[in-house]
Structures are given as C-alpha cells and as structure tokens.
C-alpha cells in the first residue's frame, strides 16, 4: 500500500479507538454519577460538577485525538520525503 493510503488508515483507526475509549469512559462516569446521586440526593450538585469537569477532561482526550488524525491527513510532516522518493 502507498504512504497516503497508510495514513488514511492510520488516522481512521486512531478516530474510531480514541471515540470508542472516551464513549466508555463517558458513559462509566454518568453511570457512577447517577448511582451516587440516587445514593446520596443532598450531594447531587457536588457529584455533578465533578462529573462535568471530568466529562470535560474525557472528551479532551478526543479532541487531541482528531487533531493528530487532521495532522496525519492534511500536514503531514513526512510528505516530502515520500513524494521525493516515489519520483526517483
């Protein structure tokens, strides 16, 4: 397979486990916030502001993800070293 191919797969596959991982952790953390909430209704703003700031630091990490994925696809550093050597 050529570079570009191997960089769309790349970036592909990165996009799908770093969606898959924070889709798991976002849902472990609503889980635990609504077993504590239903435990403990006083402590329901507390638990929810926890659980926001730690949705906030989940999704982040997708965030980075779809960043390396845009640079692997569109600003790749590696580009003109492989078009030089396809055109020898």
């Known amino acids: 397979m050529e570079f ?7 970036a592909g596959l990165g996009m799908g486990l770093g969606s898959f ?3 798991i952790g976002q849902g ?8 504590g909430v239903a ?3 006083g402590a329901s703003g ?3 502001t ?8 989940i999704e982040s990490l997708a965030i980075y993800v779809f960043v390396v994925a845009m640079i692997i696809l569109f600003a790749n ?5 492989v ?3 396809l055109t020898k």
């Open 28 to 35: 472990m953390a609503i889980r635990s916030a609504c077993e």
């Open 83 to 85: 078009v030089q050597l």
């Open 4 to 10: 570009f191919a191997w960089s769309m797969l790349a």
């Open 46 to 48: 507390k638990i929810l």
């Open 77 to 81: 550093p590696f580009t003109d070293q």
């Open 21 to 23: 991982g924070t889709g």
């Open 50 to 57: 926890t659980m926001m700031i730690g949705l906030a630091m």
């Open 39 to 41: 435990r403990n209704p």
